[in-house]
C-alpha cells in the first residue's frame, strides 16, 4: 500500500470540479488526514479543462508528486491530460451512460458508475460529482461517514433537505461499486484522532491580516487574489472593519491610502496587470510616508499572460517598480502558514517605518488547500506594534517653533513621529511633491537632500533591528546548496527525501525576504554547487544573488504555468550538480 493517495477529479470548468474537490478534501481532514491540493483551471468561466487533485495521507504532506491514484474523469480529456501521472494501479471512475466512450488503458482499473441516473435518484443530476465522491470512498475504503460531515458544512445553508439528497448521493455510488465491482488496490485509508486546520494561501493571509488588526480592504476582483477579499467580507466586519470592492485597481490602492492616513490598518491585493496600476499611487505612498500592505498574488505574465496559471516574474516589480527611487520592503511567504505570520509582521513593518510593504505570494499557494495543527496559527502568539504612533501627551515633543506638528521630522533612525488625523496639536499635511519637515512642498536642495535620506535611513534602521534570517532544510553540513524563495519551499523539502534515496545530501536555504534580505555570501561561497531555483524564466532572484556574491550560480527555472512537483525537483537538482557552471 502506497504511503500517501493521489486522487484527482476532472472535467470542464462549470461541472463543480472545485467544490467537489474542496469537499473530499474537508472529508480527509476531518478524518485527521493531511491534505495537499492543487488546482489547474482555465481562465473562463464554462468549457476548458479543469481539475483538482488531492495528495493525502497520516504523514504531513507539502507538495504534489506524478502519480494519481484514483481519478474520476467526467471528461476523455481529463484521462488524456494524465496518462502521464496514471500507473498500473490506477483507478479511473467515469460515466459510461454518458455520450463518450471512454478511452482507458487496459492496465489500469475502470470502474464504469452511471453517475448521472445515480444522482436523479437521489433527487438531481447536479451531485453527480457526489456520487462520484461516494464511489472512490468505496474504492479506497475510507469511511463514508467522513464525507457526511463535510457534506453537512458544506450545504448546511441550504437546508437539510439538501443535505439528506447529497448525502444518499454518496451512499448510491458506493453501493454500486460494492454490488458490481471487486476492486481491491489495496487502499485502505487509515484514520486518526488529530484535529488539522484546511486552508490556502489567501485564506491564510486574510486571516494574518485580520489578526494583524486590519480594518479597511479596498480591493478589485482579479485572479487569482480576489478570494482575499471573498474571506474579507462578512468576517472584518465583526471586528469595526469595512471590504470595499472598488471600480478599478488604482481606486483601491487610493481608497485603501485614504484609510491609512486616517489611522486604518489597511491593505489591498491584487495580480497580474492590477500591480502595475497600482503602481501609480505607490510612489505617493512612500513620498507621504504612509504604512499600507499591498499583497501582490503573482500569476503568469506579461499583460493578460494566463491569468489561471502559476509564475514568480514580478519580483523585479516589487523590488524596483515606479518611478523614482522607493524605499520599500518586499516580504515573500514560502509556506501557508508563513503566509498568516508574514501578515502580521508586513503590517507591523508598514507601521513602525511609516514605509510601503509589497506581500508577494503565488497562484499555487494561493489555491492551494493544505492541513495544518491549530497551534500553526497561535493568535496568542500575535503581537502588534505600531512603531511612533504619537498619543496627544506626546505631540508637545514634535511641535516646532510655531507649534506646527512636524510630520516629517528629520530624525536618527528615519523615523518621523505619526499622529492620526484627530490628535490634538497633531494637524499636518502631506503630499506626493518633496516637502519639509512639516509636509509642505519644497524645492530646497538641502531639504531634498535630507527628506531622500531620511526615508531611506529607515530601511537602514530596519536592517540593524528586525530578523531578515532564512529558513533551513536538509543537511546543514553538505557540500551543495539549493535555494529558493516563496512557494517552491514544500516541493524542495520533500525533494530531500527523493535525494537521500539516490545518495544525495544538499543543504536548503529558503528567503521569505527579499527586501532587505539576509547575505547568504558567506553560505554561496562555502558551497562547492549553488542552485536557485524559481519559477520564471529569467532567474530574478539568482541575479540578486549573483549581485550580492558576486558569483556565478546554477539555475532551475520553470515557466510553463504550472507549479514544481517534489519528484520532478529531485531530478532537475541532480542533474544540475553534474553540470558546469555557467561562465
Not at 463518450?100 to 492496465?107: K, L, R, V
Request: glycine letters at 8%.
Amino acid at each position: 500500500m502506497a504511503e500517501d493517495l493521489n486522487w484527482a477529479i476532472g472535467g470542464e470548468a462549470g461541472d463543480g470540479i472545485d467544490s467537489t474537490g474542496k469537499i473530499f478534501a474537508q472529508a480527509l481532514s476531518r478524518a485527521g488526514r493531511h491534505v495537499f491540493t492543487s488546482k489547474d483551471f482555465a481562465s473562463r468561466i464554462r468549457g476548458g479543462y479543469t481539475a483538482y487533485k488531492i495528495r493525502t495521507s497520516v504523514d504531513e504532506v507539502r507538495s504534489v508528486v506524478d502519480r494519481l491514484d484514483i481519478l474520476v474523469a467526467l471528461t476523455q480529456r481529463t484521462i488524456d491530460e494524465n496518462l502521464d501521472e496514471l500507473h498500473e494501479g490506477s483507478a479511473i471512475i467515469y460515466d459510461g451512460e454518458r455520450s463518450w466512450e471512454a478511452e482507458i488503458p487496459e492496465e489500469m482499473t475502470a470502474v464504469d458508475v452511471p453517475l448521472k441516473s445515480l444522482a436523479e435518484d437521489a433527487g438531481g443530476a447536479i451531485m453527480r460529482n457526489i456520487v462520484a465522491l461516494g464511489a472512490a470512498c468505496e474504492i479506497t475504503g475510507f469511511d463514508v461517514e467522513y464525507l457526511d460531515e463535510a457534506l453537512e458544512k458544506r450545504f448546511g445553508g441550504k437546508g437539510s433537505k439538501i443535505v439528506e439528497n447529497n448525502k444518499e448521493a454518496a451512499r448510491l455510488g458506493q453501493e454500486y461499486v460494492q454490488e458490481n465491482y471487486d476492486v481491491d488496490l489495496g487502499y485502505d485509508l487509515e484514520v486518526t484522532d488529530e484535529d488539522y486546520v484546511l486552508l490556502n494561501g489567501n485564506e491564510a493571509i486574510g486571516m494574518g491580516a485580520l489578526a494583524a488588526g486590519c480594518r479597511f480592504y479596498a480591493g478589485y476582483p482579479i485572479t487569482p487574489a480576489t478570494s482575499i477579499m471573498e474571506y474579507l467580507t462578512g468576517r472584518i466586519e465583526e471586528y469595526g472593519g469595512h471590504v470595499v470592492q472598488a471600480e478599478d485597481e488604482l481606486s483601491a490602492i487610493n481608497m485603501a491610502l485614504g484609510a491609512a492616513r486616517g489611522g486604518a490598518r489597511a491593505m489591498t491585493a491584487t495580480s497580474g496587470a492590477g500591480i502595475d496600476l497600482m503602481t501609480e499611487t505607490f510612489g505617493l505612498v512612500a513620498q507621504s510616508e504612509t504604512p499600507l500592505v499591498i499583497t501582490d498574488v503573482q500569476r503568469s505574465g506579461p499583460s493578460t499572460g494566463m491569468p489561471t496559471k502559476q509564475e514568480q516574474g514580478d519580483l523585479n516589480m516589487a523590488l524596483y517598480g515606479g518611478h523614482g527611487e522607493i524605499p520599500r520592503f518586499v516580504i515573500t511567504p514560502t509556506s501557508i502558514t508563513e503566509c498568516f505570520w508574514k501578515t502580521v509582521e508586513a503590517f507591523n513593518l508598514a507601521e513602525k517605518y511609516q514605509t510601503p510593504v509589497f506581500l508577494v505570494s503565488d497562484l499555487a499557494m494561493s489555491v492551494t488547500e493544505q492541513t495544518f495543527p491549530p497551534e500553526a496559527f497561535d493568535m496568542d502568539e500575535v503581537e502588534i506594534d505600531r512603531g511612533k504612533l504619537v498619543e496627544e501627551d506626546e505631540v508637545d515633543e514634535w511641535l516646532d517653533a510655531q507649534g506646527r506638528f512636524r510630520a516629517h521630522a528629520v530624525t536618527d533612525d528615519g523615523i518621523s513621529p505619526r499622529a492620526i488625523p484627530g490628535t490634538e496639536e497633531g494637524a499636518h499635511m502631506s503630499t506626493g511633491l518633496e516637502h519639509d519637515e512639516l509636509g509642505r512642498r519644497t524645492e530646497d536642495q538641502d531639504e531634498r537632500v535630507q527628506q531622500v535620506d531620511k526615508r531611506y535611513r529607515k530601511v537602514e534602521t530596519a536592517e540593524e533591528r528586525e530578523d531578515w534570517d532564512y529558513r533551513e532544510f536538509g543537511d546543514a553540513d553538505a557540500d551543495d546548496l539549493v535555494i529558493s524563495w516563496g512557494s517552491n519551499e514544500g516541493a524542495l523539502i520533500e525533494a530531500l527525501d527523493y535525494l537521500e534515496e539516490d545518495g544525495l545530501n544538499v543543504r536548503v536555504i529558503s528567503v521569505p525576504y527579499i527586501f532587505p534580505r539576509p547575505d547568504l555570501s558567506e553560505e554561496i561561497e562555502a558551497a562547492d554547487e549553488v542552485i536557485v531555483v524559481e519559477n520564471n524564466a529569467t532567474g530574478q532572484f539568482a541575479d540578486l544573488l549573483e549581485h550580492d556574491a558576486l558569483t556565478r550560480v546554477k539555475r532551475i527555472n520553470k515557466y510553463t504555468g504550472v507549479r514544481f512537483k517534489a519528484d520532478e525537483l529531485a531530478e532537475e537538482i541532480t542533474e544540475k550538480l553534474s553540470e558546469e557552471v555557467p561562465a
